[in-house]
């Protein structure tokens, strides 16, 4: 039998983390390399001076590499946050998309970017994502955070979603440009194409800022397991942390979702499939699920790319036709346990 | 037996109605279709051509935005349509709108008009309408003149080697082979890449697929104040901008309003591409 | 290491449920805080622990009030043990238990002080041999040894636990008391909110007797189990005894309320 020591390291676990590293590289690598044009890597690296500047560097530069950092960054910020929410809600159902946050932030984007407010001020389009998260996160603590009860998760983010859902479209349709109706399946469903380093550079500050929040305060949530009485006797302040962790998941699912729109339930499948592998520990729980985040968002891009649609297929829906069953058989496993 | 002849005398008096109405020529021309409007109003004064769309006087999508303020401009809406006393109403093809199907019901002649893709299919389509509206000389010499300039262009546009111009639209659309800006590209001299590369009408054409694609001329739509969309952020991407500097493309910014319909518009569009008055 | 509770008022949406409540604990001592349902004992409980405001009056360690200490120190020393044995997520036994260290933590790490202090919580609390399994596998006594143990993990001075045997076997429930009055023998000041009254009058060092909000009396075990005062705030006749040298009450009747 192994010792209490050897019980209460985080060998395994750091060994879980190296693999999914190695992983997301890989898929990281192959996401530079894969698409409709091959690219020349000579080409590439002879391009990186001015001089021999060529057009597979700027298919490199401009196209493929700012698409697969925001897979790598908006995944890691949608898997990290769905552990995070869980973790504060102490729910395994908590899920930025399910429980409406990233209908939230779609629709502070879509009031910022439609007016034309972006384009004087780019900054404030992440904000306005932001700001919707923090709404909807907040409201959703309120009224549901401290009554653990799954079915009153799952209705506040029902309602939270379609208001902020017919919201957004409301707003859409008002737009004065032509094509702002059409743009909503966009926001809703969400889409990696035609990203640009612009984008890349708008999120960084943000979420780097939200990782930071959630990550320290991983701790805590292992504590916060024992419920609230009980970790605010072992010395959590309990305002703190929640503060910490709203603003930290408003910050990067805000910013994520104000430039690839609302991708949905990779927060939920990615904590769901790795918290066995770490002890159920919503500590070790959070590195994991950004990195495997990251890597399931290459992975389902890569795909997305390699579709012969004639036009490309929408990245949420390709993870809406993985996880809306996934969900369903949640659901079905643990009637039971959540009929109270 | 009083019924019986009432009846008849109902039938005749209808078919007569009917046969005066089938085979008058039309008088009062009534058009549903922007590019409808803008054949008509080149064939038809405003006394007989009663009514055009209101989109005929927008100078961002109507190619004869100047004409049209000569002629009445309708909502579309059917009441307003009928209150203008046509007897005959042109509409486009593919609007398979509520209103003429309306239209058609209550009785009022209604002819279709396609999109062809091709000169000679707007030389015939201008004689086809011409017959219709009785305006057949007016017709000829449309088409005599369109052919006369189109002679002139030929003359004055570039020979081999062809420069290759792609056309890119807001949302990542290029126009392909049987489409007018197909044509209107090979009249003008140019080979459209989008044709080359096998794109059949206007259909999604990704970024990658434009900056590999190694263009000599980029077309865009002209600006107007309002670019906040994805479909139009997609038009200021950093790679297009990029790729414009690497391969020293040219950019030529065409205007909606000279290539949305085929027919008069087309030649102006083919002029425009090399900078022909 | 001085504990005390001064003239406690306190009232939620309202309703008062304690009232002038002032006790003195002592170090080296069991207390026992009983009383009839809705009496206010946990309530006590959870102002001891620094879960519940006052409308006025303070709980004092070493004169000092514990809202005036930072909530690190104060979760050094002293322990809270609440009524359910909640964990949200299946944490394995030893993780659990560990989760009382954290007043002592720095990060994630977990010092060779801190093994020794979960494994001897663990042997203490009768459940070392069910380190490795996952806590939501486990019976509710086995859970509720869990949970205590996870509170003499953390070593503090002052114990606070609301009807730490209610869900145990009598055989558990004996070792619990009697390892919760060798804590106290050894130094520790521990603080019960019981039901049982058997266990009260023989385990406790002191009993505080509560009622709607109100200190009947507290003091030496047996005077606060009187016969008077069960029949007075228990509304029960009760037979009792001595045992051992070791005095010993049952509930027997109910007195009808007409």
New interface residues.
Partial sequence: MDSLSDLLNTRKERRLGVFLILLSLMLFLLSLFVGEFNLNIINIIEGLSKDNYNIDSVVFQHIRLPRSLLAIIIGASLGLSGAALQGLLRNPLAEPGIIGVSASAALGAVLVFYSGLSLTFPLALPLGGITGALLSVTLLYLLAGRNSSVLTLILAGVAISSLAGSLTALALNLAPNPFASMEIFYWLMGSLSNASMEHVWLLVLPTVLGWWLIFQSRHALDVLSLGEDTASTLGINLATLNKKLILGTALCVGAAVSVSGGIAFIGLIVPHLLRPLVGHRPSSLLFVSAVAGAALLLFADIIVRLLPTQQELKIGVLTALIGAPFFLRLILNSRRAWAS | MIFQRFFLLLIGLYTCFFSTVLFAKPQRIVSLNLCADQLLMELLPPQRLVGVTNMARDPDISFSYQKAKDYHAHSGRVEEIIALKPDLIVAGQFTSSASNQLLETLGYPVIKIGLPYTMAGIFEQIEAIGKEVNAEVAAGSLVNNFKRRLAVLNKKKRQAPLLRAIVYYANGYSAGQQTIVNEILNVAGFTNIAAEEGLIGVAPFSLERLVTSKPDVLILGELTNNESSLAHRLLQHKAIKEMINVGQVEKILVPDRLWNCAGPSSIAAANYLIKLP | MTFNALKLNVSVNKTPLLNDISVEFQAGSLTGIIGPNGAGKSTLL?VL???QETQSGDVLLESTPIGNIS??L???K???L?Q?T???????V???V???R??H?T??Y?S?DD?KA??DA?DKADIAHL??R?INQLSGGEKARV?LA?TLA?QADIILADEPIASLDPQHQLEIMTLLQSLARAGKTVILVLHELHYAIRYCDKLILLNKGLKVCDGESSSVLSTQNLQNIYAINSISGLHQNTPWVLPWASLDKK
């Fill in positions: 959870r622990a620094g879960l909530k690190k104060l979760a050094q002293i322990s809270y609440p359910s909640e964990c949200h997520w299946p944490l394995t030893e993780r659990v560990s989760l009382g954290f007043p933590q990060g994630a977990l060779s093994i979960v494994d663990c380190i490795g996952p949970m996870r953390t």
